[in-house]
């Protein structure tokens, strides 16, 4: 199961929860810090973190991620909505739909698991890179090539292990949309720390951290138009090494947005110059130091009323799907404050 790196990639954490750890900074998310979550609600309202999942309503993010399909099953022969449960008895008064869902796991509301993205990174020291994720693991199997072509989803680092903690802990909002409007451009830690302290938002060990950006405002406009959204609001600069390096020393335990990728996303060309990560937050968080991704989660509402409270801290309870394998999930959030 678990892999034999001997080298570890600079700036990365392999091996400090564990040879076999598969949660990273999930890790953080102890029974005490969920108590600490829990004194965050003082008023007892619930905020839906979720856009409706058959947003942004077309490929136009991402070409290969298409819309869910919705469609009712086949019982007994016929299609089961709105019609008798069961055929053979006209004494049952039972009427029953069931149906099914066919849903790109990162189309709307996401998480990303540490199985999105690896690197070729030379972990066992014999000069030649292989494939590789957080924590020196392989998704495919080595032995039975299972995981390939995604015949049975990733062998690691798959999102139930996720599930399995139930990712519930303190949220804290960064509202980058109050202080940097809707132009799209990137923000990085200088820009960053600098909101934090005019907002006093203090992130701790173990926060969930929430950044809203106002990108989901436009999806959901965009969804009465036939527009696409464009290049809009703010994203975090990946390449900025300050950033990456406060990431890591801050402790916290997850990252999320409302935008497409947190960072700048792949489908805005990069120069490159030398090897290295299109995405180069994805790959600090999710491969070298095990913090899990949210993206386009909708934190309007709540970045709204937490300005108009004075407050930046809630309860979140956000589990992505228990499926084996997935590499990502959709995600239902709940915020209370
Ligand atoms: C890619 O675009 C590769 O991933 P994400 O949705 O995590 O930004």
């Known amino acids: 199961m678990s892999k034999c790196w001997k080298v570890r990639p600079e700036g990365s954490n392999w091996g400090e ?10 890790n953080l998310l102890t029974a005490e810090r969920v108590l600490e979550a829990v004194k965050e609600v003082r008023t007892g309202r619930t905020f839906c973190l979720s856009l409706p999942l058959d947003l942004p309503g077309s490929n136009s993010l991402n070409p290969s991620r298409l819309p869910p399909e919705l469609k009712p099953v086949i019982r007994q022969g016929e299609i089961a909505f709105d019609g008798p449960a069961r055929r053979d008895n006209p004494l049952q008064t039972d009427l029953l739909c069931d149906d099914a869902m066919l849903i790109h796991s990162q189309y709307s509301t996401q998480w990303d698991s540490f199985s999105h993205i690896g690197a070729l990174f030379d972990a066992d020291g014999d000069g030649a890179p292989e494939h590789v994720y957080y924590n020196g693991f392989k998704v495919v199997s080595e032995e039975t090539g299972e995981g390939l072509y995604g015949e049975i989803g990733a062998v690691n680092l798959g ?13 804290v909002m960064i509202d980058l949309r109050a202080h940097c409007g809707d132009e799209r451009r990137a923000v990085g830690f200088d820009e960053l720390m600098a909101i934090l302290n005019k907002d006093d938002v203090e992130v701790m060990e173990g926060d969930l951290v929430c950044l809203h950006t106002g990108f989901a405002d436009r999806i959901v406009a965009a969804a009465e138009t036939p527009e696409p959204v464009g290049a809009v609001c703010t994203v975090l ?14 402790g916290l335990a997850a990252l999320i947005s409302d935008n497409v990728a947190v960072e700048q996303s792949s489908s805005v060309a990069r120069e490159m110059t030398e090897p290295g990560p299109v995405l180069p ?29 004075g407050r930046s801290r809630f309860l979140l309870t956000a589990p992505p799907l228990r499926m084996p394998g997935a590499v990502g999930s959709p995600a239902t959030p709940v915020a209370t404050v």
């Open 159 to 171: 999102i139930e292990n996720m599930a399995e903690t139930c990712v519930q802990g303190r949220g």
């Open 17 to 26: 929860f564990g040879p076999d750890d598969q949660l990273g900074r999930l």
């Open 281 to 309: 937050l994805h790959e600090h968080c999710l491969f070298k130091i095990g913090v899990p991704l949210g993206e386009l989660w909708y934190l309007s509402d709540l970045a709204a009323w937490l300005r108009e409270n």
């Open 237 to 250: 600069d990946g390449d900025d090494k300050k950033l990456l390096e406060w990431i890591s020393e801050s």
